[in-house]
């Protein structure tokens, strides 16, 4: 197979062979030269420069000033970097940017760590300021469930049921497992004490076995049948929307990591209207009940791949649909404990004034998909050309990903599928090793690994040996694991210098509450150039596009970004503080920053 593998179904998807250019003898003049920069490179063998010359949409040169001048020409346009930074574009790999469009016009908790009474009062605000028919749902979006003030506090429907509505009302975790609603909705829904909890999902109870409001996973997918859905304009719209605020973070190409026939239209139509800025994959979802028959599943997934696929990677983005998605369990952030774990959380076996946190009896939800259902589904998409892309928050997911990926290797042992296991929050040790044994790939959402409510939450339900171990990017590495970034956007901000900045010095942000200031666990966090290589080159090899993509080379695609800082040279807080200048796609410049003002 070639490193851009062909798909069963008949269309190939391979790209030209020609992707490095030999310098000829007499240069044919540049489009764009750019000079005098700071170049990051993301090519082991060359990894400075300070000269790159562009050409139809292609990288033609790299390297120094005096090299470049033989590429200009009457017509080049050349930009004097002046010092600045210059480095291939953001490549994130995973995220979920419909989603994150439309959540930009919805109710919106914007992570804020809100006590009950700011909640209440934030979703009353959203009501008044929106009226509407008893019948009319309410979605509110971005709700820090795990930084709830004070840590620990409880919610339930009784904390939306005293707003002033008789609207049915949903408010939706940022994590994407969770949902709080209120008894209107649960009524509509007809989730009473009798509701079995569904496959992959489970329905918090309270003491006397009723429904507390707070729903996890699959348990919460009965309201996708009762709440409006945004139309095909809407999803466009949203659409757009993201993509324009990937643009000014420097994202040039992404993976939606979960994305229904919705996303895939919606993105789609953009396409078509020549408006695409950002190189687009998409990850068709597989279910676990859909483990039931495993060439049904795949079948549809090539389905999409034929109707949306767009064929070779060429200059211009277009959309290529590539890889099936597989939860294998939820969140290890409390208090959802649905990441399936290989040791049981603890429980506290004394009072809330006097605790006594011992190891308990639950390890979560069982892995969504049982082993044999799992090692069929990703050797039938390995043989359809698909790379699989499993969730796994908890080690015992984790584990058992692993354990279907070296499935996957021994039936199909020569073919170049690369399986993406993303979160990886907490992994045992035994298994650090098995990524690079396996060519699993961990992508992470790097700005997790700091102190804050989601980690910090986890402290009496994991003790101190595996908070210890908590978000480990920095042993993965140093087992020789290929790691790639993804944000998970709109799960937090779409921020990826700050979480690049977390992924080097594994604390959160300067103004943090004092409760969240120093560094995470033990983990040694990633160097300044790993975190750039895991956003660059590992991203492009999880989306099997490092041959055109991710390095600053001769002969890739030039996708590139200007930064207003050296990430590699500032002081380590001030990553964060990055600005993009430019962002550049096939040649062609997508975003543009306005001077800041004086």
Not at 23 to 41: E, I, K, M, N
Not at 126 to 147: M, R
Not at 447 to 476: C, H, I, N
Request: proline share 8%; net charge negative; charged share 20%.
């Amino acid at each position: 197979m070639s490193r851009f593998h062909r798909f069963a179904i008949g269309a190939s998807f391979a790209v030209s062979a020609a992707c490095t250019i030999a310098a000829p003898s007499a240069p044919t003049a540049a489009d764009r030269l750019y000079l005098h920069g700071v170049v990051f490179t993301a090519d082991a063998g060359h990894p400075t420069a300070e000269a790159v010359a562009v050409r139809d949409g292609r990288i033609v040169y790299v390297g120094s000033d005096a090299g470049a001048a033989a590429y200009r020409g009457p017509t080049t346009q050349t930009v004097d970097l002046a010092g600045k930074f210059l480095m291939p574009g953001i490549i994130d790999g995973h995220m979920h940017p419909l989603q994150a469009g439309t959540v930009m016009l919805k109710c919106n908790l914007n992570y804020d760590a809100l006590t009950v009474a700011q909640l209440q009062q934030r979703v009353q605000k959203c009501l008044d300021e929106s009226p509407s028919g008893d019948d009319a749902w309410l979605e509110v979006v971005n709700w820090f469930q795990e930084s709830m003030l004070p840590p620990g506090v409880k919610t339930s429907h009784a904390t939306l049921d005293v707003l002033r509505t008789k609207r049915p009302i949903v408010v939706r975790s940022s994590f994407g497992h969770s949902v709080l609603a209120n008894s209107r909705a649960m009524a509509l829904a007809n989730i009473t004490a009798k509701t079995p909890d569904p496959v992959g999902g489970k329905i918090q109870r309270d003491a006397n076995g009723d429904p507390t409001g707070v729903l996890e996973d699959s348990a919460f997918v009965v309201f996708e049948t009762l709440i409006p859905k945004p139309t095909a304009a809407d999803d466009v719209v949203a659409a757009n929307a993201a993509l324009d605020a990937m643009s000014a973070q420097g994202v040039t190409s992404f993976l939606d990591a979960i994305a229904p026939p919705g996303d895939l239209a919606a993105f789609s139509a953009v396409h078509a209207a020549g408006k695409l800025k950002a190189r687009a994959h998409f990850a068709v979802p597989i279910t676990p009940p859909e483990a039931a028959d495993p060439a049904a599943a795949i079948a549809k997934v090539v389905a999409s791949a034929k109707q949306y696929d767009g064929g070779a990677i060429g200059a211009a983005p277009s959309i290529t649909v590539r890889n099936a998605k597989l939860f294998l369990d939820g969140v290890i952030a409390a208090p959802a404990l649905t990441g399936a774990m290989r040791e049981p959380y603890r429980t506290n076996a004394g009072t809330a004034e006097h605790p006594n946190w011992v190891p308990g009896t639950s390890r979560g939800p069982a892995v969504y998909f049982q082993p044999e259902p799992l090692a069929a589904l990703l050797i039938g998409l390995g043989r359809a050309g698909i790379d699989p892309h499993l969730h796994a928050d908890g080690d015992g997911a984790v584990h058992a990903g692993l354990d279907g990926i070296a499935a996957l290797r021994k039936a199909l042992p020569d073919a170049d599928i690369r399986v993406a296991i993303a979160h990886d929050e907490i992994v045992d040790p035994v298994d650090y090793p098995r990524f690079r044994a396996l060519g699993a790939l961990p992508v992470l959402s790097l700005q997790w690994g700091k102190p804050a409510g989601d980690t910090l939450g986890l402290v009496d339900y994991f003790g101190p040996q595996r908070m210890a171990r908590l978000e480990p990017a920095g042993v993965l590495a140093a087992a020789g694991a290929r790691i790639a970034f993804g944000s998970d956007w709109p799960v937090d901000r779409l921020d990826e210098w700050f979480a690049f900045k977390v992924g080097v010095t594994r604390t959160n942000a300067p103004d943090a509450p004092a409760e969240y200031r120093g560094r995470l666990g033990d983990d040694p966090g990633l160097s300044r150039e790993a975190v750039l290589t895991a956003a660059t080159i590992n991203a492009a090899y999880e989306l099997h596009q490092d041959d055109v993509t991710g390095s600053i080379e001769a002969g890739k695609f030039a996708d590139l970004i200007v930064l207003d800082r050296n990430p590699l040279t500032v002081p380590a807080e001030d990553i964060a503080n990055v600005r993009v200048l430019e962002t550049v796609v096939g040649g062609v410049t997508v975003y543009a920053a306005r001077p800041q003002e004086p």
